[in-house]
């Protein structure tokens, strides 16, 4: 099955510096990379997604970067703000059409934004 | 529309007793996942069903079993409890149609400690 890994574990940066999250996975038809923010005692939400069809995409000051054939893709949070602190999750999933429909979540990266 | 809640919202056992968690989604999605979440840790998907009638186990299944009667409802159920079942349990729900649509929704979580 997939395996996706995340780096780093902890991440801790100035207010208007950029943060950049890495993910690796290991299925090379995986074809779906979502990403999500949980705040402390709340439930993950998706900040940004990409398919395998795009190398690139944006929404304001986050975006996400794709390389299908290093199998790599990352997060990139600019002029970073105190409530961008969080934990950020990557995730990977395969076409709907694979028998394996599960989505397997990196560890996790806590990101603190020091003011 | 309420999306997707999960009911109860903590629960303490004794090792042995059981418990259903409960997940209700109101989007009329096909897809359900379960997920636990250790302290510190990231997401691993314990079962999923792809529609009514339909269930298959995820990463972590064992100590746990799932049922999906109606579309709606993707009760989780622990016979034995454990306590390496101590954890945060997420119900999830996506749409899978005919377009590539794959992000999950996640419910406010269970937290769940057996002593």
């Known amino acids: 099955g997939e395996n996706v890994e995340q780096h780093p574990s902890t991440l801790s940066v100035q207010e208007g510096d950029s943060a950049v999250i890495k993910c690796t996975y290991s299925?090379?038809?995986?074809?779906?990379f979502p990403w999500y923010k949980q705040e402390l005692g709340k439930r993950p939400q998706l900040i940004i997604d990409?398919?395998?069809?795009?190398g690139e995409k944006k929404d304001q000051r986050i975006a996400v970067t794709l390389n299908k054939t290093a199998k790599h893709f990352s997060l990139h949070i600019t002029e970073t703000q105190p409530e961008d602190s969080a934990v950020y999750f990557c995730?990977?999933?395969?076409?709907?059409?694979?028998?394996?429909?599960?989505?397997?979540f990196g560890a996790g990266t806590r990101l603190t934004v020091k003011p | 529309n309420a999306g997707v809640t999960q009911t109860p919202k903590f629960r303490i056992l004794k090792i042995g007793q059981s418990m259903t968690l409960q997940c209700t989604q109101d989007?009329?999605?096909?897809?359900m996942y379960w997920y636990r979440q250790d302290p510190g840790m990231g997401l691993k998907l314990i079962y999923y069903?792809?529609?009514?009638?339909?269930?298959d186990k995820g990463e972590v299944p064992n100590g746990y079993n799932v049922s999906r009667s109606t579309t709606e409802d993707f009760p989780l159920r622990l016979e034995l409890a454990a306590p390496s079942q101590t954890s945060v349990y997420f119900c999830?729900?996506?749409?899978?149609?005919?377009?590539?649509?794959?992000?999950?929704?996640f419910g406010p979580g269970t937290r769940l400690t057996v002593l």
């Open positions: 999830a729900s996506s749409y899978s149609g005919t377009g590539p649509t794959d992000t999950q929704y």
């Open positions: 299925d090379s038809a995986s074809n779906y």
């Open positions: 990409i398919r395998s069809n795009v």
């Open positions: 995730a990977a999933s395969p076409p709907k059409s694979y028998n394996n429909n599960d989505m397997r």
């Open positions: 989007m009329n999605h096909n897809y």
């Open positions: 069903s792809v529609g009514a009638g339909i269930t």
